[in-house]
């Protein structure tokens, strides 16, 4: 079992390397001062590699995405970490009124505002916006209860205090009676698989802008509220031991009553 997972995951990785490998010496030979900015650096690098990654992990995505987003989401979106925003591509414009990109990496923004000319939204008719901000400072660039759908895809594994964020996250942000659409990569219920996601994971992380392998991002959602609906399904065709194994969700919050913290 070791070795079919750690060596395509040894692949992956070196295979990164290599596509951050140009750019982020380009960025650190036009501003050497980037060495003493690590976080910056690391996200010029992820940028990279998410460029060539991307239509991949969409893809395999595709039809998970097809699923949970398209027949669910309406009204005014919120995506956090939205990347490059392909998510848009999955949206039914006849129920989605505006979509928000939570996205706090500067090096993304050019590629949500491509997607969005792509398929119709706008920041010139208010149908996008960019938020360059983090997950827990939404609450100072956004009204109170002003989304109806809130979209995390392959996001919480990247937020630093995951857990303790989205319960507040979630009360402030979602309307009453609004959603959260969620699909994220998880902890292996297999023992020996997820000890392998936690050994592995610090390599993966520091290469990909802080994702961190095997954490119950499912579970941290269904804790985070007082949900009316929850509605949880497992990647199609996916094998039990995968280093990198998903969920994804449904979750609706009550029209009345709020959970207190």
């Not at 414009?93 to 000319?117: F, L, Q």
């Amino acid at each position: 079992m070791v070795f079919h997972l750690v060596v395509p995951f040894f692949t992956d990785l070196f295979t990164f390397i290599g596509w951050a490998y140009a750019p982020t010496l380009a960025a650190l030979r036009d501003d050497p001062t980037l060495l003493l900015q690590p976080l910056t650096l690391r996200r010029v690098a992820f940028a990279a590699i998410w460029t060539k990654l991307s239509e991949h992990v969409d893809e395999n995505a595709r039809p998970t995405k097809q699923k949970l987003v398209t027949p669910h989401a309406y009204g005014t979106v919120l995506e956090i970490g939205a990347g490059f925003g392909v998510t848009m591509r999955y949206l039914d414009r006849t129920k989605v009124i505006k979509y928000i990109a939570v996205e706090p990496n500067p090096g993304m923004h050019v590629h949500i505002r491509r997607v969005a000319a792509e398929v119709g939204f706008s920041e010139y008719d208010g149908t996008l916006e960019i938020l360059p901000v983090f997950a827990d400072q939404i609450g100072t660039v956004l009204e109170r209860h002003s989304i109806d759908t809130l979209i995390s895809i392959l996001t919480l594994c990247s937020i630093p205090r995951a857990e303790s964020i989205l319960p507040g996250l979630v009360q402030y942000a979602i309307k009453p009676g609004g959603q959260f659409l969620t699909y994220e990569h998880v902890n292996n219920p297999i023992p020996s698989v997820y000890f392998l996601q936690r050994l592995l994971s610090p390599l993966w992380s520091s290469l990909l802008d802080g994702c961190t392998i095997g954490l119950p991002c499912h579970v941290w959602v269904d804790r985070a509220d007082d949900w009316e609906v929850r509605e949880v399904f497992d990647k199609d065709d996916e094998t039990p031991d995968n280093l990198f194994i998903h969920k994804a969700g449904r979750f609706v919050r009550r029209k009345s009553s709020e959970r207190l913290y």
